[in-house]
C-alpha cells in the first residue's frame, strides 16, 4: 500500500529532523495536527434535493502566530491531504518569517459540478460549521484549489452575519471587501521572483531559459503571463483537460483569453496539443508544476529532463521522486518557498485589514520580492 499523502510529507519532515538531531518528542509535536475538525454540509440543490458533503478545518501549529492556509473544493480534499497541506502551511510560514501557524480547510466536493447558487449555500454551511475555531486572532482562511475570491467574500459574509463585520477572517477576498492589490497574482509573482534569482544564481540570461508548466490555474496563470512578460519562453502550458506545446515559446497572452472563452488550453491553435503525461517530460531548463500533488512520482522521475524544477504545487514531488532527482542532479526548489507568495501577501491583506489601511500595489509587490528573496538567499 503506498504511502498517504501525509505520510510522504512527514518523511521529508523526518529527512529534516534527522539533519537537526532533533529529540523524539519534539519531533512528535510538530508532526501531530494539533486539531482537527471533520463536519457534515447538507445542501439543497437547485433540484430541490439534499446532498451532503464532507469538510475539514486542520489546525496543524499555532506556536508562531494565528492559524493560516487555504480552503480546498476537490474531490480528493480527504483528511490525509487536508494534514498533509497543514503542515507545509507550518513550515511555508515559518520559512518565510511570517508571523503565523499552519492550517488548511477542505470540502470533498467537485466545483465544476455545482452551480454558483450551490457553491454559495455549500459555503455559507461550511463557514458556519467551523466559526467556533476560527477568527481573525485564531485562524484565517484563503482561497485554494476550487476555491477564489468569491468563495472567500461568501466566506467573510457568513463569518460576519455571526461575528459581525471582519474582514480579517480571510485573504483573497475581492479588493472591494477590503482585498489587497496585488493578491490575486502574488503567488504565480512569487514563483517568478524566484526564478529570476535562481538563474541569476547559475549566470543564465533571462533569453536562453525555456520553461514548461504543469497547470493554468490561478498559480500557473500568473506565473505564465509574468515569465512571458518578461521575455522568457514558456513553450508548454497545461490544464487538468491536457496541454499545448510549442517550441519557439506560447504566447500566453492568446493562451489566457483561449481558456477564459473555452474553458481549457487543449485545442488552442498556438500549439500542439501534449497530454499532461509527456508535458513533465518534455526537453526545457525549468519545469514548474503548478497544479495537485503527487505529479512527478517514481513512475516519471527518471524521464524528466529539466535542469530545475519550481515547486508551485502543493507538494507535487514524492520523496521517492525527489531522491532520483536528486541522484541525477536536478535540482528541487521546494514548495514552501516557490509557492509562498501567496500567503505572504496574505498576511500583507491581513494587516491592512487590521489597521484599516490599504497599501498600493507597488509596495505589494516590493514587500513581497523582499520577503521572498530573503528567504531564498535563507535556505
Avoid at 31 to 38: N, S, V
Avoid at 87 to 100: D, E, F, Q, R
Avoid at 151 to 174: E, F, L, N
Avoid at 228 to 257: C, F, M
Wanted: aromatic share 8%; net charge negative.
Amino acid at each position: 500500500m503506498s504511502a498517504s499523502t501525509f505520510e510522504q510529507v512527514n518523511s521529508f519532515f523526518d529527512e529534516a529532523a534527522d539533519r537537526l538531531q532533533l529529540p523524539l518528542g519534539m519531533r512528535d509535536m510538530l508532526k501531530r495536527p494539533w486539531r482537527e475538525l471533520q463536519v457534515q454540509l447538507p445542501v439543497r440543490m437547485d433540484s430541490g434535493e439534499v446532498k451532503v458533503f464532507t469538510g475539514y478545518r486542520v489546525q496543524h501549529n499555532g506556536a508562531r502566530g494565528p492559524y493560516k492556509g487555504g480552503v480546498r473544493y476537490h474531490p480528493d480534499a480527504d483528511l490525509e491531504e487536508v494534514r498533509a497541506l497543514s503542515s507545509l502551511m507550518t513550515w511555508k510560514t515559518a520559512l518565510v518569517n511570517i508571523p503565523y501557524g499552519g492550517a488548511k480547510g477542505g470540502v470533498q466536493v467537485d466545483p465544476r459540478q455545482l452551480s454558483e447558487n450551490e457553491l454559495n449555500r455549500l459555503t455559507r454551511r461550511y463557514t458556519q460549521s467551523i466559526e467556533h475555531i476560527i477568527a481573525p486572532n485564531r485562524d484565517i482562511a484563503a482561497p485554494d484549489l476550487g476555491t477564489n475570491a468569491q468563495t472567500m467574500a461568501w466566506m467573510m459574509d457568513a463569518y460576519g452575519q455571526i461575528q459581525g463585520h471582519s474582514p480579517a477572517i480571510v485573504t483573497g477576498k475581492p479588493v472591494e471587501l477590503g482585498g489587497s492589490l496585488g493578491r490575486e497574482a502574488a503567488t504565480g509573482r512569487g514563483v517568478f521572483y524566484i526564478l529570476q534569482e535562481a538563474a541569476a544564481d547559475r549566470g543564465i540570461t533571462f533569453g536562453d531559459i525555456t520553461v514548461v508548466i504543469q497547470g493554468f490555474g490561478n498559480v500557473g496563470s500568473w506565473a505564465a503571463k509574468i515569465i512571458h512578460a518578461a521575455g522568457i519562453k514558456v513553450i508548454a502550458v497545461s490544464s487538468v483537460d491536457g496541454g499545448t506545446y510549442n517550441r519557439d515559446g506560447v504566447d500566453i497572452i492568446e493562451l489566457d483569453q483561449y481558456q477564459r472563452e473555452s474553458g481549457g488550453v487543449s485545442g488552442f491553435s498556438g500549439g500542439d496539443d501534449i497530454s499532461n503525461t509527456d508535458l513533465l517530460e518534455l526537453e526545457c531548463d525549468v519545469l514548474i508544476p503548478a497544479a495537485i500533488d503527487n505529479v512527478i512520482n517514481s513512475d516519471n522521475a527518471a524521464n524528466i529532463k529539466a535542469q530545475l524544477v519550481l515547486e508551485a504545487a502543493n507538494h507535487p514531488t514524492t520523496p521517492e521522486a525527489d531522491r532520483i532527482l536528486a541522484e541525477r542532479a536536478i535540482e528541487v526548489l521546494p514548495d514552501i518557498l516557490v509557492n509562498a507568495g501567496g500567503v505572504i501577501v496574505s498576511y500583507f491583506e491581513w494587516t491592512q485589514n487590521l489597521q484599516e489601511f490599504r497599501w498600493e500595489e507597488q509596495r505589494v509587490n516590493s514587500e513581497l520580492y523582499r520577503i521572498i528573496i530573503n528567504a531564498y538567499r535563507e535556505v
